[in-house]
């Protein structure tokens, strides 16, 4: 069987499986609804068929609430939220519904109206609302997320703050049952038809699995928002009792609720950064819009309301609380997003001088780079008649018949021709094209060679030189020539520095830090004009013919040859500081040091 064939099977088996999975729900939630479709039909009104619809009703949501959690252990916590404030919303009605069920099954009492449970069963939509905000079809940010969840608050507060406005003086204030029954019912209508929108509009964003999961969730609460509208009306004329065919809809929408759960899972959901989730600025404005509608109540409850006084002061009470709720998180909002804008500037900084740092070594490269090239292409034109120079000589050594004073002269043009090669090979070395000899060394060794090649005593006056190193130090991999030759420069070019100042002090610590080794070279000295040019090709501050603007070049591509990094900063007060960084490889043990914390080398 080829690839292609063995993964259309494939493909054909998980349409199967999709597709076959979910018939044992189907088949459940037939047999439920045809079981109470018989029951509401054959048994007549009484006790009996009254249990029996409230027992029903407290276990078809105990099943959608199970399936939602079902889904709530992904990897992705963004779908596990979603999944579990759907199942918080159905968990909500059915502690309603238990309400209901204990009223009549357990103390055999009529559900008096108003019933303490209508704020239960008004708030149940509410969980579902934040559900969608977390539109978990769409990788959406942190941000994105935090504010969706706070304008999923403050919506909250709005329906909360609407159910006290509309529904609760006809309660407890000056109690009404024909205007609470009627507030309540348009309420919650405008309620419940407002969860089916939410979800068809991410049904059409969506695409994929999620496309159908919402589908499913939007036909489910479709039929709950008409459900919930006819049964209210039959009740307030007198026509509804528990158990009757009345309950048919509202279980079969807590069943798509499942039915939807289980497809879900089926179908190993992931989300989309790229997919399009229903924008940030629109719930912001929803929110706003919530808030701006809140005194346009408040000043019609007063002078628009024919309502009782007490009512009309009820509610402009309850108007300004909820005012002072949304303005608190309103603020908590923008200063969400100003902390988060404060964040981005950081980071834009941070990236900004990490990219000034990075074209700057750039630049540097190709500087040095420019100079390997005119070093190796000069180092090239030397070596050839510096090769027939050395040949020539040799034959004059090789002559017997040449006298002493003769044979003396050829000696020294040979010494002086060895010593030309030796540089020739140092202009090769710097131009990349002699590989370093790099073997395993101890950078405090390398230093403490770097200082007694110096002999600084013998040219130098009133400087002093310490050395702090570290008693157990990584080994490192370089070229010791190479390296001895940057500390050396770095060495000499301090105590030039300093004695032009008449002396003064050069600290050398050398430490480990983050897996490499580090040797900070600090002098007293006037500093550097210009500590970002000082690797600069031929730049210098020293006087006219001591110095040639190379020194610092060629050691910083001997550092960088060596996977390491060389900088320069001036001190505060006085004076520069060379930082060398060199990685220590894992596999090398470490250098063990005498415990001598401090060693001094003076010069008087």
């Given at each position: 069987m ?16 999709t ?7 189907l ?26 619809g ?5 276990l ?24 579990t404030?759907?199942?918080a919303g ?34 149940h ?17 942190d ?8 304008d999923?608050?403050f ?50 964003l ?23 509208t006819?049964?209210n ?123 000034q ?19 190796a ?37 040979r ?73 050396f ?71 960088q ?44």
């Open positions: 080829s690839e292609a064939q063995a993964q259309s099977v494939a493909t054909t088996v998980r349409k199967s499986r597709s076959a999975f979910p018939t044992w729900i088949v459940l939630s037939a047999t439920v609804l045809g079981v109470y479709a018989a029951v509401s039909v054959l048994v007549a009104p009484g006790p009996e068929l009254t249990a029996f409230d027992i029903v009703q407290c078809v949501p105990l099943l959608a609430v199970t399936a939602l959690l079902w889904n709530a252990s992904s990897s992705e916590w963004r779908q596990n939220f979603f999944w404030m759907l199942a159905c968990a909500l009605w059915m502690f309603g519904q238990l309400m209901w069920t204990y009223l009549e099954v357990g103390l055999h009492q009529a559900v008096p109206n108003p019933f303490l449970g209508d704020v239960i069963f008004f708030l939509i509410v969980p579902m609302f934040v559900a969608l905000a977390m539109a978990p079809h769409a990788g959406k940010s941000l994105n997320l935090r504010l969706s969840l706070l999923s608050t919506l909250l507060v709005w329906w909360l703050f609407l159910y006290i406005f509309a529904v609760i003086p006809w309660q407890y204030v000056s109690p009404n049952v024909d205007l609470y029954s009627r507030n309540v019912n348009q309420l919650y209508s405008t309620e419940c038809l407002a969860l089916p929108m939410g979800l068809a509009a991410l049904a059409i969506a695409s994929g699995g999620w496309r159908h999961v919402y589908a499913h969730l939007f036909g489910g609460a479709m039929l709950y928002a008409v459900s919930s006819v049964i009306r039959a009740i307030n004329r007198g026509q509804y009792h528990t158990g009757s065919i009345y309950d048919l809809p509202l279980l079969a929408s807590f069943l798509w609720f499942a039915i939807a759960a289980v497809v879900g899972r089926r179908m190993n959901l992931e989300s989309n950064p790229q997919a399009t989730a229903p924008g940030q600025q629109l719930s912001s404005r929803i929110a706003m819009a919530t808030l701006l509608s809140m005194p346009p109540m408040a000043f019609w409850s007063v002078w628009g309301s024919s309502a009782q006084p007490s009512v009309r002061m009820f509610r402009l009470g309850v108007t300004q609380v909820a005012i002072l709720a949304g303005i608190g998180l309103i603020t908590l909002r923008r200063r969400i997003v100003d902390q988060d804008r404060q964040r981005l500037v950081l980071s834009l900084q941070d990236t900004v001088g990490n990219l740092r990075l074209q700057s070594r750039l630049v540097q490269s190709e500087k040095l780079a420019s100079l390997g090239h005119l070093a292409g000069a180092a090239h034109e030397i070596n050839n008649p510096l090769t027939g120079i050395l040949g020539y000589v040799e034959m004059l050594l090789n002559d017997l018949t040449l006298n002493d004073k003769s044979r003396a002269t050829a000696d020294k043009i010494d002086q021709g060895l010593r030309i090669k030796k540089l020739v090979t140092s202009l090769l070395s710097f131009s990349r094209q002699v590989p370093a000899d790099k073997v395993p060394l101890d950078l405090a060794q390398v230093v403490n060679s770097a200082l007694q090649l110096g002999n600084l005593g013998a040219h130098r006056k009133n400087i002093r030189i310490e050395v702090k190193a570290d008693s157990m130090l990584p080994t490192i991999r370089g070229d010791a020539d190479q390296l001895l030759r940057v500390f420069n770095l060495i000499d070019n301090a105590s030039d520095a300093m004695q032009e100042v008449g002396g003064g002090l050069l600290q050398i610590r050398i430490f480990s830090e983050r897996g490499r080794v580090v040797a900070e070279f600090s002098d007293t000295g006037p500093g550097m004009r210009d500590a970002r040019r000082v690797f600069d090709p031929f730049y210098t501050t020293k006087p006219a013919g001591k110095g040639t603007g190379l020194g610092l070049s060629l050691c910083y591509g001997i550092i040859e060596h996977g390491g990094d060389l900088t320069c900063r001036n001190t505060p007060g006085a004076g520069a500081t060379f930082r060398v960084e060199l990685p220590a490889p894992v596999a090398l043990a470490s250098t063990a040091h005498a415990p001598t914390p401090l060693e001094t080398l003076k010069t008087r």
